[in-house]
């Protein structure tokens, strides 16, 4: 992972939620959000920090790119994204 940002629960939520996703069509917004529990808002806040912008003088690990398509936002792993998701322990919780 990367070395300036430490993946919480939630960003492992987003990071296995996108990797669900089929193909490479990404997840809008409303339904991330869904998923998850949390308003868009929240959501976005978080995947602001887990882009590659740099925040604080620290730069994000970029495992997420959010993308306009229309009037909806839509939230894509990358490359770093879906490697860091493939790695991860199995969920448990999932059903």
């Given at each position: 992972?990367?070395?300036?940002?430490?993946?919480d629960?939630?960003?492992?939520?987003?990071?296995?939620?996108?990797?669900?996703?089929?193909?490479?069509?990404?997840?809008?917004?409303?339904?991330?959000?869904?998923?998850?529990?949390?308003?868009?808002?929240?959501?976005?806040?978080?995947?602001?920090?887990?882009?590659?912008?740099?925040?604080?003088?620290?730069?994000?690990?970029?495992?997420?790119?959010?993308?306009?398509?229309?009037?909806?936002?839509?939230?894509?792993?990358?490359?770093?994204?879906?490697?860091?998701?493939e790695?991860?322990?199995?969920?448990?919780?999932?059903?």
């Open positions: 992972m990367s070395a300036g940002f430490d993946a629960a939630f960003s492992i939520a987003i990071l296995r939620a996108l990797a669900e996703a089929p193909g490479e069509g990404g997840m809008s917004l409303p339904r991330l959000g869904k998923r998850l529990g949390q308003g868009a808002s929240v959501v976005m806040r978080q995947l602001t920090l887990m882009g590659d912008a740099t925040l604080g003088g620290v730069r994000g690990p970029g495992w997420v790119r959010v993308v306009q398509l229309d009037d909806r936002w839509v939230a894509h792993l990358t490359d770093a994204g879906r490697a860091v998701a790695s991860l322990p199995a969920d448990d919780n999932a059903g």
